[in-house]
């Protein structure tokens, strides 16, 4: 057996390498890679006023006994901004979360419908 490519195995080769060319060089890429930067710096900001939103609304029910829906509309309004966030950093969706594409959650619950 030869070592020597066959034509057809050097021309994709050639194409994979042109394909790669392509990929790095494009500008969508690259904004992609900006936006999911942005948007990992985004959801730790979330993740940690939900921590904050968490340990009131434990005290809350804490020392009231009662749920405080106004916390809890704001843990779930960041509960689905996180949602989004994560469904964009996954590829699961092109549609950029807030500020950049779509809007704030409305925070609404089972509860409140």
Not at 26 to 49: E, H, V
Not at 61 to 89: K, P
Request: charged content about 20%; overall charge negative; aromatic content about 14%.
């Amino acid at each position: 057996m030869s070592d020597n490519p066959t034509i057809d195995q050097v021309a994709g080769e050639e194409a994979e390498s042109s394909k790669l060319e392509t990929n790095l060089k494009s500008r969508a890429t690259w904004m992609r890679l900006l936006f999911m930067a942005l948007f990992g710096l985004f959801i730790c900001f979330a993740g940690m006023i939900g921590t904050v939103i968490v340990v009131l609304g434990f005290f809350w029910v804490l020392f009231t006994g009662e749920v405080n829906r106004e916390l809890r509309r704001v843990g779930q309004a960041i509960a689905s901004y996180m949602y989004e966030i994560v469904r964009y950093l996954t590829f699961n969706t092109e549609d950029k979360p807030f500020p950049f594409g779509g809007a704030w959650p409305s925070g609404e619950t089972k509860e409140d419908v």
